[in-house]
């Protein structure tokens, strides 16, 4: 619910809870089977009520029946709060028989159980459970045989939800685990005076109130081995005297991957930290779970809060326990033990850990868990952080805490107060607390002033930062804070936008099938001849006998009569005309009439050779049982097409460039890389809108296509169409959850968005991503655990050794061990950030808006470096900004030195601007690098048209060839023919020339050359023809036709005009 939404009034009524007990079984008490028994049912530390003392069957099983209630009301004293974290509790006692001379009966408590009441708050009217009876102590039950379930029968009822819908929907439920404190300081020792170890919080619970989260009675624990693994979770308080009780049903502390964590210390670098913290370290465990009804106004606050503060403040402390001298008997203390006299006791070692509670702003995530560093509590630093003006155990009262305070604010300034002991007491403070809580808040400023001037050294605290103390929490929600759009919506809209374009199937009715289906009724005419012919004359005649000419043409005129006479002619001339009218339609497009007999004729004509030349075909297949040579494939295919695609671009020939990418769509409408490489090209046009057309046309053939979704996403932004935008790339990184490049890119949308909190989602999910990969890629030598479990054991068995050899201890990092298998997991760096991946793959689609974001941040994560300097050089290259360009190189080139990809693109540099000695040295360098550049096509090719303007012609027919054995292309082979005609390598000349002709014809400069090299070997037919589709193809290079005319003027010819 936003901050701004209709405030939400709790209805005042009081709804009744209402809880029955129906029966007992397995009950055994100490007398043996068939004991007297009565049920006692307690909620928030108030008796509910007995049952009657009802006898129990030989077998145990016991009807109590009984029926009791409590009322939860928004005044109290049962508030929708208890409801979330605090359980029914059951207790069994049993009555045993009075003895002579005993005024009362004695009574035995067999056991207890509890009953979660969460249900009620999620919608649930009714719900009946079975509750297994945990023994106490000494009871009979711990003593029952193997098979027996001990436990009662309990149904809880409302008559109406206690909770309206509008509060189902829109409230939440949070549930808090603090499990544990590590590397506590070594003066916390187990011996001397007791104390409580405590960890506190507030979060909004009704309204703006604050509801205070308290853990105490944490456990101190020497280290030496970790804390096992799923654990349960206990209830946070103490007044459940059966151990098994203690445990919250089906709720487990299960751990996790470090790198899967959200808090602080979760990266490889501190890993040998945490497996040291949580092994051989001193730690305290508390593992309790605090659960809170937030109302729908709460929810928009701690929303609000969060998105302001980012951090949230967690207390850690300790108290010293001491017997109270004013406390009274009984119910006293309802959050059970470990609670003080009626004053404070003064706290100590006050620490506090900076929870940052951002990612649950991320869409969708409704769990956090981690460990946070613990520090001193400074009241300077905390308001800085996290806006807090109060401490909750110094300013509000650790003790008031202890006694159940009403909601309390640590951001609303209050009084402190003593509060006494006993219920009447604690509900009058309740209500004076929710007057207070009312009160305009005039004096913030002036407490603000007063924290910052009196700041405390807190030098016990301090220890908590020497000791690198960490506390491990989780928090869970029921629902998102912010919800996330489900994959199959996201994909529906992706449709609504771009409809899907099924794949076009293949037709069955072609040219091709056409020809087919003619061959195959020759075929099938052919073998019905053949049978009548062997009827005629008999098969043996045609087996190894040699027929004259003239008995040949008889039986030619016999056949030729039976047909004619039988019919069978005109049968077969019916079975072929439906396959040549095929063949008219399919093959030569004939549909219409014409316009004259004189283009009947013609076509007649023309059809009648067609048709006897495939006949023949279809005959020779047939008597020479030879199968049909294939087609000739296509000889340049789509990757050669796309390199000359880029040939032509790089050298700033447009339209030729244009010209390969459409002749690729061409011949596969269907291939979606082909779409993909056009749109990055008119994205370099700057012609948007044919970019997107491009773009959505992939989506369109496969809206599963990453590429295509991040495409249409970034077109999107830049035709400022951000809504669309959003919808592409949550739908690309729902497709593929594990892309790093998805994640990226979205961050940087977000980034253009101004969008704070979920860029800092998106990144850190690519990083994430990206260190799991590196892991996956590099796996450690030992597993993280195996590690944890080695150093703790062989640690502490030295630690024990030196102690009872009464020698100094060492510091723990003397002690670990040094051979590889005990050794810790060696910290794998990856190469490249996640920005880097990005630019890679948005310089290649020309998408330079977003690579600008990306370099700023890619600046700002990992500072300047020679990749950034090259990216940012090709960008301003693009532009032609040449003395930008310069100075990025040179930047470069000063942070590495040997990057091939540096003196390639300076190379480029200076051959752009026309200095070829100076672009000649950077391409010699770049070639003499035993790693490659990035593009060494275009390394090679301007290198070599460099050695031919200089006429070095030997250096340049070696490297066109070394281009030609990595990507031949026209132009590499043009650069082999011209080096070897420069040579007077007329022979190879021409072989290199053809090569160029047949990967493309339309170069004016091949057909040049080969005019050359055919008139210096006299054939004058080919130079004829080669110099003609020169000047047709309109030869730019004046030069060379200069050169042509000469050599044609001194043999003789050459020139068909003259």
């Known amino acids: 619910m936003a901050a701004g939404s209709p405030s939400f009034i709790p209805s005042e009524a009081a709804k009744q809870v209402k809880v029955v007990v129906l029966e007992g079984h397995d009950l055994k008490g100490v007398k043996g089977d068939g004991p007297i028994t009565f049920v006692r049912a307690e909620y928030n530390g108030v008796v509910l009520g007995d049952s009657l003392k009802v006898e129990a069957t030989l077998d145990g099983n016991v009807k109590y029946n009984f029926t009791t209630s409590f009322e939860c009301h928004p005044e109290g004293p049962h508030f929708l709060d208890d409801v979330a974290h605090k359980p029914l509790i059951f207790t069994v006692t049993e009555v045993l028989p009075k003895e ?27 719900f009946n459970a079975t509750l297994p009876l945990y023994p106490i102590p000494g009871s009979p039950l711990e003593t029952l045989r193997p098979d027996a379930k001990c436990g009662i029968d309990v149904t809880v009822s409302v008559q109406e939800s206690l909770l309206s819908p509008f509060q189902l929907t829109e409230g939440n439920l949070l549930t808090v685990t603090v499990e544990a404190a590590y590397s506590v300081p ?27 989260f308290l853990f105490k009675n944490g456990i101190l624990k020497l280290g030496g081995e970790r804390e096992p ?72 606050c701690f929303r609000k809060r969060i998105a302001d503060c980012r951090c949230w403040p967690v207390e850690i402390t300790r108290v010293p326990v001491v017997a109270s001298t004013k406390a009274k008997g009984g119910k006293a203390d309802k959050g059970g033990g470990g609670g003080g006299g009626g004053d404070d006791e003064p706290i100590s070692f006050h620490g506090v850990a900076y929870v940052n509670l951002v990612p649950l702003l991320y869409p969708g995530v409704k769990r956090i868990r981690g460990a946070f560093k613990v520090v001193a509590y400074h009241d300077s630093e905390v308001y800085e952080k996290t806006k807090c003006l109060f401490s909750l155990f110094r300013d509000v009262g650790h003790q008031a805490v202890l006694n159940r305070l009403g909601p309390v604010g640590m951001y609303t300034p209050i009084t402190k107060g003593i509060l006494g002991k006993n219920m009447k007491e604690e509900k009058t403070i309740k209500e004076a ?45 029921d629902k998102a804070l912010v919800p996330k759009r489900l994959p199959e919506e996201l994909a529906s809209r992706v449709r609504e936008m771009i409809p899907s ?100 004729q013609a076509f007649l004509s023309e059809l009648y050779v067609y048709l006897v030349d495939q006949m023949h075909v279809a005959l020779n297949q047939v008597l020479c049982q030879q199968s049909p040579s294939p087609p000739l494939p296509t000889f340049t295919t789509s990757e050669q097409l796309h390199l000359f695609a ?42 948007n809108l044919k970019a997107q057309e491009c773009f959505r046309e992939a989506v369109a053939l496969d809206p599963n296509n990453l590429p295509s979704l991040l495409l249409c996403g970034i077109m999107a932004v830049m035709l400022e169409h951000y809504e669309e935008a959003e919808v592409f790339f949550e739908d690309a990184t729902c497709l593929e959850p594990s892309s790093i490049l998805a994640w990226t890119i979205l961050g940087l949308f977000y980034d253009i968005q101004e969008n704070g909190i979920r860029v800092e989602m998106a990144f850190r999910e690519a990083s994430k991503l990206q260190k799991a990969r590196l892991a996956k890629e590099k796996p450690p030598p030992d597993g993280a655990e195996g ?28 002690a670990l061990p040094c051979d590889p298998e005990t050794a810790p997991a060696q910290v794998l760096q990856p190469t490249t950030s996640i920005f880097m991946e990005a630019i890679s793959f948005l310089m290649e689609v020309n998408a330079l808006q977003f690579v600008h974001t990306a370099l700023a941040h890619e600046l700002l994560c990992s500072g300047p470096s020679c990749n950034y300097y090259l990216v940012l050089a090709q960008t301003y290259l693009l532009k032609k900004e040449y003395g930008k360009t310069e100075d990025c190189l040179e930047m470069a080139s000063q942070i590495d030195f040997l990057n091939p990809n540096v003196w390639a693109q300076k190379g480029h540099l200076w051959y752009l601007t026309g200095d070829f000695v100076e672009a000649k040295a950077c ?53 082999v023919g011209i080096a070897c005609y420069r040579l007077k390598e007329m022979a190879e000349a021409e072989d290199a020339l053809s090569e160029a002709n047949a990967l493309n014809n339309h170069n004016a400069e091949v057909w040049a050359y080969l005019a050359l090299v055919c008139m210096q070997g006299g054939r004058q037919l080919e130079a004829e023809q080669s110099y003609k589709y020169a000047i047709k193809l309109e030869l730019a290079n004046q030069d060379l036709l200069q050169e042509i005319k000469e050599v044609q003027s001194a043999v003789g010819f050459g020139d068909p005009s003259f």
């Open 646 to 687: 880029r040939e032509a671009e790089v050298n700033g020939d447009y339209n030729l460039a244009s010209t390969y990418y459409q002749e690729r769509l061409a011949r596969d409408r269907q291939d979606i890389q082909s779409w993909l490489d056009y749109g990055a090209f008119c994205l370099l046009m700057d012609d």
């Open 923 to 975: 391409y010699e360098r770049t070639v003499s690098f035993v790693t490659d550049a990035k593009d060494m096509h275009f390394v090679y090719l301007r290198l070599g048209s460099i050695y031919l303007e200089g006429k070095e012609y030997d250096k340049a027919k070696h490297i066109y060839l070394m281009a030609c054995r990595k990507s031949p292309s026209c132009l590499t082979w043009l650069g």
């Open 501 to 600: 374009r099924p794949q076009l199937p293949r037709r069955t009715a072609g040219a091709k099938k056409a020809v087919e289906d003619y061959h195959k009724q020759i075929t099938s005419i052919a073998e019905a001849i053949l049978d009548e012919y062997h009827e005629l004359f008999g098969r043996q005649l045609t087996e190894g006998f040699v027929i004259d000419r003239e008995t040949m043409e008889d039986q030619k005129c016999q056949l030729n009569y039976e047909l004619n006479n039988s019919g069978k002619y005109f049968a077969f001339k019916e079975q072929l005309k439906h396959t040549v009218v095929k063949i008219v339609r399919e093959k030569y497009l004939k549909t219409t009439p014409f316009d004259n007999l004189d283009q009947l």
């Open 100 to 126: 002579k001379k005993q005024k009362e009966e004695k009574t035995v408590i067999l056991g207890q159980t509890v009953m979660d009441l969460l249900p009620l708050l999620q919608g649930s009217c009714a």
């Open 433 to 477: 607390m929710r007057k207070v809580s009312t009160v305009v808040r005039q004096q913030v400023s002036e407490i603000a002033v007063e924290a910052a001037v009196s700041v405390c050294q807190n030098l016990e605290g301090q220890q908590y930062a020497e000791a690198g103390t960490f506390i491990v929490m989780e928090f869970v929600l």
């Open 229 to 300: 693994v799923p654990r349960p979770k206990r209830w946070p308080f103490g007044n459940i005297l059966a151990p098994g009780a203690q445990n919250i049903p089906e709720s487990f502390i299960v751990g996790g991957t470090y790198e899967k964590e959200d808090g602080d210390l979760n990266t490889p670098e501190e890993r040998d930290l945490r497996i040291q913290g949580e092994t051989i370290k001193k730690r305290i465990v508390w593992d309790l779970e605090r659960r809170c009804y937030l109302d729908p106004i709460a929810v928009g």
């Open 186 to 212: 070594e003066v916390f020792v187990p011996t001397g005076p007791q104390q409580n170890y405590m960890v506190g919080l507030q979060v909004p619970a009704v309204a703006e109130k604050e509801c205070p």
């Open 787 to 814: 590690v944890g479990r080695k150093l703790g054991s062989l640690t502490v068995s030295r630690m024990l050794s030196s102690i009872a050899c009464g020698e100094e201890q060492e510091p723990v990092k003397a």
